[in-house]
């Protein structure tokens, strides 16, 4: 058997987690410069384009509704137009989720306002959450945000943060051409980096634990999420990757190959 030799609980605190709280509380004193101006043109920029995307789609179904409201989009769709419903919510009601109109929009590409309800959705989700309000919740009157940070808010050790969660700022490609991680500004000299990990923790535990199977997982550069899942269930992980990878439409198309996967 291996000897390993475990730090103690003490020399953890004193080495990682005291260092790791001064970094932290120092992040949340220095805060984040804010580009309020760009705030509100990106924001009169939104409010124009869903203005505009409301006319259109009310125009193309001849009647006005409220758009933001699940169960009225989800009956013009499923039961006005009569839409076949791709996808189900958890509680086994019709989606009217992203997946769910991109589908429909791909199956029914005669309706083109299908993708203009999508694209409103995607816009007034990002408007609602990062824009809005965004100077008025949570800008200071130093011109910065200040969120908080904690090492201890996730199961997993991940740090988080709230007021307002910096970690979950949508990429610049989710919604374009509205970057909102472009309205916060590096202080002069310095960039904005991001980086991330793949599979960061699966690979630590696996150079600790040298279990064979997640080392050849990994050698062969495989999903390992994927790969556990088709070990557990006994299926081959080429076609189980195939079907993930395959794209919507092709999975909206190909029943068969839904009703033998979805229950993974």
Known sequence: PRKVKVPSIASELINVKSK???FVVNMEVEGLVFDIEKNRAMAAEMEAELNQLEGEIFEAIGRKINLASGPEVAKL???????????????GEES??????EMLSEKYPQHKWLALIN???NVSSVYNSYVRSYVQDWVKRDGKVHPEYNLHGTGSHRISSNNPNMLALPRPDSCPPYDVRSQFIAPWGYVFVTFDFSSCEVK??????RDPEMLKAIREGKDFHTYTASLINGLNYDEMHHV???????????????KTFKRY
Not at 79 to 90: A, E, I, N, R, S
Not at 96 to 101: C, E, I, P, S
């Open 20 to 22: 790791a709280v001064q």
């Open 77 to 91: 769709l499923y039961v006005t137009y009569g839409l076949d419903c791709p996808k189900k919510t958890k509680g």
């Open 96 to 101: 009217v989720d992203d997946d769910a109109l």
């Open 119 to 121: 694209r409103r959705k």
């Open 204 to 209: 630590v535990l696996a150079a600790r634990c």
């Open 244 to 258: 993930l990878e395959s794209t919507k439409a092709q999975l909206a198309e190909s029943l068969s190959l839904q």
